[in-house]
């Protein structure tokens, strides 16, 4: 059975630090990973989607990467701003078609 | 971008009574929902998989008579949490998905008393 993991659970840096988020996952035959962000009490905000032939995607400040056969996945924050606090989620489709899996989470607070 | 919508968005309620949220696909057709329940501090665990015109997948360990899922149109799936009690208390999450991707609502609160 898929697992994902997410590490660290909690975050806090200053402002302007570039981080690291961490994703790993137990069978590495997905179909694709994909980033999200949730904010206290809402809902799933997309982020970045890589598909499994993909090795990384790049929006803005924001750059993930994919390693399929080290079943992990990091997602990369340039020049973290208060903004950015949230939780950051890490899910992947096993088939086309089915549930996202989630991790936990990862809980971000950057500070000004 | 394709936009689900959730109602209510928080709803409060007495022990015992029943309770139903709407999940709609507002600009695309969506022949397949999924339901997700988070807890606080936790992820997002699949509850079921509902696909238009047939009955409800539900993941181990859910009861499918305790929480009723209906995907009657291809823009429309409901979920009623009957007899609801304190630790049903959570928050519900839809997805919709066209030929690609899944798209996520956002979410309603449920405090049963």
């Known amino acids: 059975k898929q697992e994902v993991t997410q590490i660290p659970a909690a975050l806090s840096v200053p402002e302007g630090e570039n981080l690291v988020l961490n994703c790993s996952f137990t069978?590495?035959?997905?179909?694709?990973l994909q980033w999200f962000r949730q904010d206290p009490g809402k809902g799933l905000t997309s982020l970045l989607l890589i598909q499994s032939s993909q090795r990384e995607q790049t929006s803005g400040r924001l750059n993930a990467s994919l390693d399929k056969s080290s079943g992990r996945s990091t997602l990369y924050i340039a020049a973290s701003q208060p903004g950015d606090s949230a939780t950051y989620l890490c899910?992947?489709?096993?088939?086309?078609?089915?549930?996202?899996?989630f991790g936990k989470g990862t809980t971000l607070s950057v500070s000004s | 971008g394709a936009v689900v919508s959730q109602h209510p968005s928080w709803v409060i309620c007495k022990s015992g009574t029943s309770v139903k949220i709407e999940c709609r696909s507002l600009?695309?057709?969506?022949?397949?929902m999924f339901w997700y329940r988070q807890f606080p501090k936790q992820s997002l665990m699949l509850m079921a998989t509902?696909?238009?015109?047939?009955?409800?997948?539900?993941e181990q360990g859910v009861e499918k008579d305790k929480f009723l899922i209906n995907h009657a149109s291809l823009t429309l799936s409901t979920l009623t949490v009957t007899s609801a009690h304190p630790e049903d208390s959570s928050f519900y999450i839809c997805?919709?998905?066209?030929?690609?991707?899944?798209?996520f609502g956002p979410g309603t609160r449920l405090t049963v008393l």
């Open positions: 600009d695309f057709q969506a022949t397949t």
């Open positions: 997805s919709a998905r066209d030929s690609y991707t899944q798209y």
């Open positions: 899910a992947l489709h096993n088939q086309a078609g089915t549930a996202l899996i």
């Open positions: 069978d590495s035959a997905i179909y694709n």
């Open positions: 509902s696909n238009e015109g047939s009955k409800a997948t539900y």
